[in-house]
């Protein structure tokens, strides 16, 4: 089962973090420089460099390279709606993973065909060009070296941005994003990371993960997304403990800040739903409402990957966990059990 980690600290931060209870580590995020995958500066080679040298003491981690994330493909569409662009980028890889001793590519465009970042171009042909790229950068990286992607876990994601029947047996995995389902552009509340639809929630990771596996897509390629954050939102009134209200987003809080941000000290109420088995907690008297993973959902999207075959669970992201008794401690606890 894998265990894979997005990663956005620097050198140093990892050192707080279990690493032996991870299979991949992807450095989040690499980006275009004209058609070439960049490393943006200093700091960020050197967090590769630190996260390489951590497969010496764990000879099972893949430390993966990763384009774009939200705000960070800007250029995608155009830079690879051709083949000499596809090309140059692909050749950039292969020089970026020989040169750190890197294990592969995690594209992370949002969203190829489908609107993602406001302003960013977007076009149909985006699908057929995402195909070819994957299949340009199998051709020229080989078998050894891995590629995965991350997919949008909504509806309209999985519909419409991606050639699945081609593009799977080309990679080794899919990260299925399944958070963020409602978000900073969501003006009603909802959970945002449920492992499960509800009579007033279609947009679940098991709905994804049906869908995909009912087009074909192997289960053992599918890994699902927990999320190790908060999402809130404010002048939210007290019905129905805040859920499913009308509200404005407020902020995103980590995990290691729950104690301090939405606590019981500070006022706030916590709540399960037995359905899509996501916690939820409401303020009544800030009218904040919050939506998030927490230890029992985590374990419970942990034993959902072993009991439906899954390639495992990846999670966004390795920093904004506790340095000890953590949601990867309980990823970790649920695995090997």
């Known amino acids: 089962m894998a265990v894979i980690a997005y990663y956005i600290g620097n ?3 990892i050192d707080n973090y279990p690493v032996s209870k991870l299979t991949h580590i992807i450095f989040s995020f690499c980006h275009l420089k004209g058609n070439r995958l960049n490393v943006d500066d ?15 003491n764990n000879p099972g981690l893949k430390v993966l390279l990763s384009l774009g ?13 051709t083949e000499a662009g596809r090309s140059e980028f692909v050749e950039s890889i292969k020089q970026l ?11 992370d465009w949002e969203y190829p065909a489908i609107e993602g970042y406001p302003g960013h171009k977007y076009q149909s042909a985006d699908r057929s060009n995402f195909t070819a790229l994957v299949k340009a950068i199998r051709s020229t990286l080989g078998p050894q070296h891995e590629i995965s992607f991350a997919a949008g876990g ?20 899919v990260n299925l994003m399944s958070y963020d389902l409602v978000n900073g552009f969501s003006e009603t509340t909802g959970h945002h990371t449920p492992l499960y639809s509800t009579a007033s929630q279609v947009e679940s990771a098991d709905n994804a993960i049906r869908y995909l596996t009912s087009i074909g897509v192997p289960a053992n390629k599918i890994v699902i997304g927990a999320a190790f954050y908060a999402r809130t939102w404010e002048r939210v009134d007290n019905i129905n403990n805040g859920l499913y209200q009308v509200g404005k987003f407020k902020s995103f809080v980590p995990y290691r800040q729950f104690e301090k941000q939405i606590s019981r000290d500070s006022g706030f109420v916590f709540y399960r739903d037995s359905v899509a088995k996501a916690p ?5 008297s800030k009218r904040i409402f919050a939506t998030f993973d927490d230890k029992l959902s985590i374990s419970q999207k942990t034993q959902y990957v072993k009991e439906k075959g899954l390639r495992g669970i990846m999670f966004w992201e390795l920093t904004l966990d506790d340095y000890e008794n953590g949601l990867l401690d309980m990823i970790d606890e649920v695995k090997r059990h």
């Open 11 to 13: 050198e140093k931060a």
């Open 42 to 56: 200093a700091g960020d080679s050197a967090t590769i460099k630190k996260l390489v040298t951590l497969k010496k």
């Open 69 to 81: 994330g939200w705000g960070g493909c800007e250029f995608c569409s155009p830079v690879f709606s």
């Open 97 to 107: 993973n020989d040169y750190f001793g890197t294990d592969g590519i995690d594209l």
């Open 154 to 173: 909504f509806t309209d994601f999985l519909r419409k941005s991606i050639d699945w029947k081609e593009v799977m047996p080309v990679v080794n995995h």
């Open 280 to 284: 939820y907690s409401y303020n009544a």
